[in-house]
């Protein structure tokens, strides 16, 4: 009732934490720009291949980085579906431990770059661990961007 009553003539729009400045995706220009430097360095840099098949698939499912390390494809009631473990549910966060995103209506292109990032989940696994994995292509993306 007293938050009701207060007006928010000169208040901020938005938070100053560095959680509410970050810019949270890429605007599409620099995605796509991002994408073909990436697909130009494919064999010059080590894992430019595999941060390209990140964020294709990340722009996609709107996945947390962290999450895909105990995602993996299933099939429920016929349909094709992806099932992720939450990174938020803890401490009574979220709706569950996991969830289940429904990709029946998913573009082939999208389907097969989730393929594609399945397998090379599963290809560094064992040369790197995932955590090593997302700590190198966090750096190269600093690097590139």
């Known amino acids: 009732a007293l938050l009701d009553d ?3 003539a ?3 729009s938005r938070g100053m934490r560095p959680w509410a400045t970050k810019q949270e995706q890429f605007k ?3 995605f796509e720009q991002l994408l073909e430097y990436l697909t130009a360095h494919i064999g010059r840099h080590k894992f430019a291949n595999a941060l390209r098949t990140w964020l294709v ?3 996609f499912t709107g996945l947390r980085p962290c999450e895909w390390e105990y995602a ?3 099939d429920v009631g016929g349909k ?4 992720v473990r939450n990174a938020k549910a803890t401490n009574g ?3 569950g431990g996991y969830r289940t995103l429904d990709l029946s209506k998913a573009d082939v292109a999208d ?3 989730l393929h594609d990032m399945i397998e090379m989940l599963e290809g560094y696994e064992a040369e790197l661990g995932f955590a090593a994995l997302h700590e190198r292509l966090a750096h190269n993306m600093k690097r590139t961007t």
């Open 6 to 8: 207060e007006r928010s």
């Open 10 to 12: 000169g208040t901020l």
């Open 28 to 30: 599409r220009d620099d």
């Open 57 to 59: 698939v990340a722009r």
């Open 72 to 74: 993996g494809l299933t």
């Open 80 to 83: 094709p579906c992806l099932l």
């Open 93 to 95: 966060r979220g709706n």
């Open 111 to 113: 389907i097969d770059a």
